[in-house]
């Protein structure tokens, strides 16, 4: 394998297990667990200036944090994103500065990008031929873009309910698409069929491969560096599986720990009320979520039901000082045309989700004047424009 120089292994996120990512490629045989990549810290010489002096043309900067070498990374310059302020927002918050991080600049118009091109890299230095996974929709077009170029065969699953966008673009990506009837369970459940059938298949799926909240945690050390090292006061993320958010948390302890800032940001995680297992996991008190047994969103990114993660979701939330907020469908779309109207941004309605959020929290007294907050855009708008459109003909509009 093209391994970085201080990437030491895979570490049992439940079991603490060490492992060599060479023989170990996805789940903890012991335990089951997710395996997390893992690094000699002492080993990285990384300061703010070697940083600076390096173009912002992708996520692969961040090289000696990642676990693969940027030259044998199937890659497409995923990352590398605007932070866009808005002045409007903020205003309208109440806060000092509310930035969006427009992730929908991605090649395939969303953050799952930053996952899959470091997972689809391991899939190759593993030797797959095919990768598979079930996926709400991003996931899934983005693992078969990346797998196209890699020249792996793709193996899809989507639930019917997933966007029109999504399984054009498997499709045109030359995916194998499998559109199964009903819910992200039943297309879980049809991919698990799909693996045992086939067991040279390589999985792509959340927490099973070690390395989708790898790539995520890469927009939490660029959203620091295009502050110039001022740590934002609040992120505000769209959760479903909370892959981001545990990503953006490993990201923010690595800079810390390496010196490159003082304090972590407190991360707060947006749901669609429902679909929202984490803030009520969060509001009672808990540490694991109860899965949600008959989910309904429009917000397909975020309608998770049953985020495994949960755990280390809910430490992440309370060691960052952070929080959750669940917000209503109409008040998500509401929030995306509103952002789209003030700002000129455009974003897909699991992202509003995190925008309506921030509202919701500003009203609430959770920020402070002096604040800054960043919200995710984890998607392109026009990637559901017939779903923000629908919303505006309800209205007479
Ligand atoms: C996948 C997705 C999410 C949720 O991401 P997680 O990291 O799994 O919580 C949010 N927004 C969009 C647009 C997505 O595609
Ligand atoms: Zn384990």
Request: proline content about 5%; charged content about 25%; hydrophobic content about 35%.
């Amino acid at each position: 394998m093209e391994t970085t120089d201080a990437f030491t292994g895979l570490e049992c996120v439940d079991c603490g297990a060490a492992y060599d990512a060479e023989t170990e490629s996805h789940q903890c045989p012991d335990c089951g667990g997710t395996l997390d990549p893992t690094y000699d810290y002492d080993a990285i010489d990384l300061d703010r200036e070697t940083l600076e002096s390096r173009p912002f043309d992708s996520m692969w900067r961040y090289e000696e944090l990642l676990p693969f070498t940027r030259e044998s990374a199937v890659t497409m310059h995923e990352g590398a994103t605007a932070l866009v302020d808005c002045p409007n927002l903020a205003e309208e918050m109440g806060v000092e500065r509310v930035l969006i991080k427009d992730e929908g600049r991605n090649p395939t118009g969303t953050f799952k990008d930053r996952g899959q091109t470091v997972a689809v890299t391991a899939a190759t230095q593993h030797g797959a031929t095919d990768v598979a996974l079930a996926s709400a929709g991003n996931a899934g077009q983005a693992a078969a873009a990346y797998a196209g170029r890699a020249g792996l065969d793709s193996h899809v699953y989507l639930p019917s309910r997933s966007g029109f966008t999504n399984k054009a673009m498997v499709n045109v990506h030359g995916g194998d698409m499998n559109v199964v009837g009903g819910r992200i369970d039943d297309a879980g459940g049809a991919y698990e069929e799909g693996l045992d059938e086939h067991d040279d298949w390589y999985p792509l799926q959340t927490f099973v491969t070690p390395y989708r909240h790898e790539g995520k945690k890469t927009m939490l050390y660029e959203i620091v560096e295009q502050l110039e090292w001022e740590v934002p006061d609040a992120i505000c993320y769209p959760t479903g599986g909370g892959v981001g958010l545990i990503g953006m948390y490993k990201a923010a302890t690595e800079f810390r720990d390496l010196g490159l800032i003082d304090e972590v940001p407190s991360l707060y995680a947006a749901q669609a009320s429902g679909c929202a297992p984490i803030v009520d996991a969060y509001e009672d008190g808990r540490d694991e979520h109860e899965p949600v047994e008959t989910p309904d969103t429009i917000c397909g990114g975020l309608e998770i039901p049953d985020p495994g993660a949960s755990p280390w979701i809910l430490e992440a939330l309370r060691e960052t000082d952070g929080g959750a907020v669940a917000m209503d469908d109409p008040d998500i779309l509401d929030a995306a045309t509103q952002v789209a109207q003030h700002e000129g941004l455009e974003m897909v309605p699991s992202s509003a989700a995190a925008a309506s959020g921030a509202w919701e929290l500003a009203e609430r007294g959770e920020f402070d004047g002096d604040e800054t907050v960043v919200i995710l855009n984890t998607g392109a708008g026009n990637k559901e424009a017939d779903v923000l459109r629908s919303h505006l003909m309800s209205q007479g509009i």
